[in-house]
């Protein structure tokens, strides 16, 4: 799977080319469109403050005229996604964004990550880059250890999970 879409000089979604509509539909989100994103600010469709600040930083670096090329995950409850991300300046002063898929591993559903669950006050951090959480003791650990290790695999209401950057992630982006 690879996703193009590109960003005008305001970071407003200006093109969207591959299969997003399927993928929104199959990931619950069939009302996000490529039509309907399109003249939306790519910074305030991502979820936290540190990672809109972290995407406004990355596109200003594309513009700067380096290609950049990340790492990241998109998983979904019941399967690892891993993902390349390659931004590259454009000569107007917008940004061209390439997502491919690199690999997917399917596993027992985390219903941590399903939207459409019960949930507490409680908070859980998710880096949005490695999909690792933070524990207690600030040790980031893959999902499904953090699950166990909080004990969040009973039918109660679950933590409400709020996206971040962790520090081996923020550290390989700010370096």
């Not at 991502?46 to 594309?62: I, S």
Request: glycine share 8%; net charge negative; with cysteine.
């Amino acid at each position: 799977m690879i996703l193009v879409y590109s960003v005008d000089g305001a970071d407003r979604i200006t093109d969207i080319t591959g299969p997003w509509d399927e993928f929104a539909a199959a990931n619950g989100a069939p009302g996000l469109t490529a039509a309907t994103q399109r003249g939306k600010s790519l910074p305030e469709l991502v979820t936290g403050v540190e990672m809109q600040l972290l995407t406004t930083m990355l596109l200003r670096r594309a513009r700067g005229g380096t290609p950049l090329r990340l790492p990241f995950r998109c998983d979904a409850p019941d399967e690892r996604r891993f993902l390349e991300m390659h931004l590259q300046g454009q000569g107007n002063g917008g940004v061209q964004i390439e997502s491919r898929l690199l690999r997917a591993e399917s596993r027992l559903a985390v219903a941590l990550l399903e939207d459409h669950v019960p949930r507490t006050d409680e908070v859980v951090y998710v880096c949005s880059w490695c999909k690792r959480a933070r524990l207690p003791r600030q040790e980031w650990v893959e999902i499904e250890a953090a699950v166990e290790e909080l004990r969040l695999f009973g039918p109660g209401p679950l933590p409400q999970v709020s996206h971040g950057i962790c520090p081996a992630c923020r550290a390989s982006f700010f370096s």
